[in-house]
């Protein structure tokens, strides 16, 4: 019986050991004997290079705000998920994607042929296009007339497309910035002659900087781009809920009051009027 105890004593010490070392990694460890919390509802982590108003930016108190954001919390919040952004440069952006640093990325990322090469896309839910923006005093009037001038750009994005398309692989009068707001910043200073960006982005800016003295020039020669929410290649089970929360938004309304929001006018309207 001695022996036993013994035993018994020391299995017991031993138990007592392992559940403190097992609390020691775990802090806040759940009550052992307690039923099962609830799941918590999923939190994906979203990528955006919040410098890119008013689709996405960072408002003085340093929180990510925008149009993309806002269409993103209402999917997430029909579709029963949770989002968390996270503030990331474009350039490493669609890497963060495919190592799974990131859920999904929403950047006013437009759809491409190439890209749908190494990630997937949502259904588009914003149509753009390139514009120009030059100094008032400009003879730009046409994206042609760009083919030989000094030309600001956000570096791989669909305005760097296109100028690198119209000037040459080996041109050396394309300045590559990694944000869009630097490269209007240097046609301030007179450092370019032009930018090549979104034109919402560019429309956003010029309004916001009437001392900039800036125009915008439009050309139907760029193509028709349409922004998508993009997820890692394959991850077709968040793609499925995004695009039914965005379908749901579409439907009800939710995506028109957001839209009118931040561009005066629902959708058809807007377009009409462009
Ligand atoms: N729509 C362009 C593209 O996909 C530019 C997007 C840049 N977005 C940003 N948040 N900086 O290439």
């Not at 997820?231 to 379908?247: D, P, S």
Request: with cysteine; hydrophobic share 40%; glycine share 8%.
């Amino acid at each position: 019986t001695r022996r036993f105890l013994q035993i018994a004593g020391l299995s017991a010490a031993a138990l007592l050991l392992a559940a403190c070392g097992k609390k020691e990694e775990a802090p806040a460890p759940a009550p052992v004997a307690s039923a099962p919390a609830p799941a918590p509802a999923k939190v994906y982590v979203v990528g955006t290079d919040a410098a890119y108003a008013p689709f996405e930016s960072q408002n003085e108190k340093g929180e990510i705000v925008g149009f993309d954001i806002e269409v993103v919390q209402a999917i997430a919040k029909k579709a029963g998920f949770e989002v968390k952004f996270v503030n990331t440069p474009w350039e490493g952006i669609f890497n963060a994607l495919g190592q799974g640093d990131r859920d999904l990325v929403v950047s006013a990322v437009t759809i491409t042929e190439e890209r749908k090469g190494t990630m997937d896309f949502s259904a588009p839910y914003f149509d753009a296009q390139q514009l120009i923006a030059v100094k008032e005093t400009s003879k730009v009037s046409k994206f042609a007339d760009l083919k030989k001038l000094k030309v600001g750009v956000q570096t791989g994005t669909t305005g760097d497309e296109a100028v690198t398309k119209l000037q040459g692989k080996t041109s050396t009068n394309i300045k590559r910035f990694e944000s869009t707001p630097l490269a209007l910043k240097e046609l301030e200073a007179g450092g370019v002659d032009a930018v090549v960006a979104d034109n919402g982005v560019v429309i956003h800016y010029v309004a916001n900087n009437p001392g900039g003295k800036f125009k915008t020039v439009a050309d139907k020669e760029f193509v028709p781009e349409q922004y998508g929410i993009a997820v890692k290649k394959g991850n077709t089970e968040l793609l499925e809920k995004i695009n039914k929360g965005l379908a749901d938004i579409k439907a009800d309304g939710t995506y028109d009051q957001i839209f009118t929001k931040y561009f005066g006018a629902p959708p058809a309207k807007a377009e009409a009027a462009a």
